[in-house]
């Protein structure tokens, strides 16, 4: 995981990609897709694909440190202190704290959740 934190903090998506089963699930935060257009459940590497790209148009990330992380069986828990600026958006920073809970196996990510504040992340982008 910490691995993968550095990976994103350079937004470098290719290697969180390949650290993924074909099969994943990958669950985004939030229940609507409002400004950040990134909620949803995402299947397989297409989906993943399909969700990062959204993400590389959106943010380019300059922080991605791990606060916490902890792990038991096939499950690992990370917190993490985010920020990213928003892309043709001039200088401005979205700054978020979030927590990710992966299902592994075989070294691959099986299953991702993202858990963040969406009111706050959404509220800094639109102010912007």
């Known amino acids: 995981m910490r691995r993968l934190a550095k990976a994103v903090e350079k937004s ?38 399909e969700v990062t790209a959204k ?18 069986g096939e499950v690992v828990w990370g917190w993490f202190d985010a920020a990213a600026s928003l892309i043709g958006r001039g200088p401005q920073l979205v700054q978020f704290e979030i927590a990710l809970r992966w299902r592994v196996r075989d070294g691959k990510i099986l299953e991702h959740k993202a858990f963040y504040d969406t009111a706050y992340v959404t509220a800094q982008i639109a102010s912007g």
């Open 55 to 72: 993400l590389a148009t959106l943010l380019s990330f300059c922080r991605f440190e791990p606060k916490e992380i902890v792990a038991d």
């Open 12 to 49: 470098d998506f290719q290697t969180l990609i390949a650290a993924v089963d074909d099969n994943v699930v990958w669950h985004t935060g939030g229940r609507q897709p409002g400004v950040v257009g990134l909620a949803g459940t995402y299947t397989s590497r297409a989906g993943l694909l």
